[in-house]
């Protein structure tokens, strides 16, 4: 497929019968109309689509063109791509792995990818949070899950045994290095100045490419953005740092796309801006996220900007550019 601005070229092999098959029958004439949502990890070389409560799981670069339908479980809520994982256990390098969490918590793990009958089931205590996120670390048997609310549960688990490892909870506000040996029924860590109000806007894990037992997570709220540190060799972990975005970068964003100067012309301005932290990702050593603000008394436009933070383990961390993107041959510090 190819238009002016753009091409897109086939990844992988086609799509399997019934994937077709359940697209085809999203919006006819005997199906509610749904939105589907789709993930893939080129790390296992799998990929699957949920549609309403079914998830369809397949190898896309397998030309056998077959899918699994895997039975989900129970929810009265919306499942997305975002919370189904697949990895292959430590012991086993060789074994697909499927894991997926309902946004109430509770999970579910396939331990073999070839039996969709074999699994098993374990609950996370949420505390009435919603779950959106479900990440795997590295190469540990371990997933960092993330509430729309912005808190962390750090998951440990054995597919061998069919066990859910409890780990300690992350304590607000803790700045020190902290074993997470210890077991717990329910464990997290939040962001330690954030509100009941902040909502999760982005979620990036990094491994460090000199060291595969350590890992940052990166939590984008509606107000901040969060660095923590997981140690797996030492069981240790660490809040990095944490950066004000409402306040600052917001404020040199205004500066920029509207070209105000006079520090009280901006306060007055900012009233009446509206803004939201799209989203965030990891880059060639660096996190950029993305920000859309608009100032519907001034002008109907919507502007997007990249912040971008390259010194990661810096305490805190420094945004180092801003690069509007209706503008992309702009580019301005943020010194």
């Not at 799509?15 to 085809?24: H, K, M």
């Not at 012991?91 to 098993?120: A, M, Q």
Request: charged share 20%; net charge neutral; proline share 4%.
């Amino acid at each position: 497929m190819e238009t002016d601005s753009l091409q897109l070229k086939h990844y992988g092999c086609t799509s399997p019968v019934f994937v077709r098959e359940a697209l085809e029958s999203l919006c006819d004439s005997t199906s509610r109309c749904s939105t589907p949502s789709f993930g893939l990890d080129p790390a296992t070389n799998h990929c699957w689509l949920f549609i309403s409560r079914q998830v369809y799981v397949w190898n896309f670069k397998s030309w056998k063109n077959s899918c699994d339908g895997l039975p989900l479980p129970q929810t009265g809520l919306k499942y997305t791509a975002d919370l189904f994982a697949t990895f292959s256990p430590r012991t086993k390098p060789n074994v697909i792995s499927f894991l997926c969490v309902s946004p109430e918590g509770n999970l579910r793990l396939w331990r073999k990818h070839d039996n969709p009958s074999d699994y098993v089931d374990f609950n996370v205590d949420l505390g009435g949070q919603v779950a959106e996120i479900i990440r795997k670390i590295n190469d540990q048997d371990a997933f960092l899950l993330v509430t729309s609310t912005c808190n962390v549960f750090l998951l440990k688990i054995s597919p061998e045994s069919s066990k859910l490892l409890s780990v300690i909870a992350f304590k607000s506000g803790q700045d020190a290095m902290t074993s997470f040996s210890r077991r717990f029924s329910s464990f997290l860590f939040s962001a330690p100045t954030t509100t009941n109000d902040s909502k999760l806007c982005g979620f990036v894990t990094i491994t460090d490419k000199f060291d595969n037992n350590l890992c940052l997570s990166i939590v984008l709220t509606s107000k901040s953005l969060l660095c923590w540190q997981l140690s797996f060799s030492n069981n240790e972990y660490k809040l990095l740092w944490e950066y004000d975005m409402d306040k600052i970068i917001i404020n040199q964003a205004i500066k920029n796309i509207w070209s105000l100067n006079d520090p009280q012309a901006t306060s007055r301005f900012r009233m009446s801006v509206s803004y939201t932290f799209l989203d965030c990702e990891y880059y060639d050593g660096e996190i950029y996220v993305l920000i859309a603000l608009t100032n519907r008394s001034y002008s109907p436009d919507i502007h997007h900007v990249l912040c971008s933070f390259a010194d990661l383990h810096a305490q805190p961390a420094k945004p180092e550019k801003l690069i509007r993107l209706n503008k992309i041959d702009e580019v301005r510090s943020c010194s």
